[in-house]
């Protein structure tokens, strides 16, 4: 694709939004070993991107137990853990949500698309 293109590599490659230098990385790992080289095992965490990782709950809990004076006096683990799932809630169900077209996630179900 960028050999074939009128533009320069750099002006290509800015259309693209493709760091020069990532670019010439595939480009190596494809002349030594063609698609099969560029081919990856790697697979994100599957993970929502409103919600808090397992591993965060965790330090937050032990930093409020750690320092209970930093922490309000009615904060104890199941407080924490109460107000953690009410956030997870309200941003995976209650939130609007632009990608949705302005309906929350609970609402996308029966939302067809049509005004």
């Known amino acids: 694709?960028?050999?074939?293109s009128p533009l320069s590599a750099k002006q290509t490659l800015k259309e693209l939004a493709?760091?020069?230098s990532t670019f010439y990385k595939w480009y190596q790992l494809y002349e030594q070993g063609g698609?099969?080289?560029l081919r990856t095992d790697y697979q994100p965490p599957k993970q929502f991107w409103n919600e808090i990782p397992p591993w965060e709950k965790e330090r937050i809990v032990k930093i409020a137990l750690d320092h209970p004076e930093k922490s309000p006096p009615q904060a104890?683990?199941?407080?924490l853990e109460a107000q953690i799932s009410?956030?997870?809630d309200y941003y995976n169900n209650r939130c609007y949500?632009?990608?949705l077209k302005n309906v929350t996630p609970a609402d996308a179900d029966v939302y067809d698309g049509h005004d």
Do not use: T
């Open 18 to 20: 493709i760091n020069g």
């Open 35 to 37: 698609y099969d080289a």
């Open 86 to 88: 009410l956030f997870v």
């Open 97 to 99: 949500n632009e990608s």
């Open 1 to 4: 694709m960028v050999k074939e």
């Open 76 to 79: 104890c683990p199941s407080e």
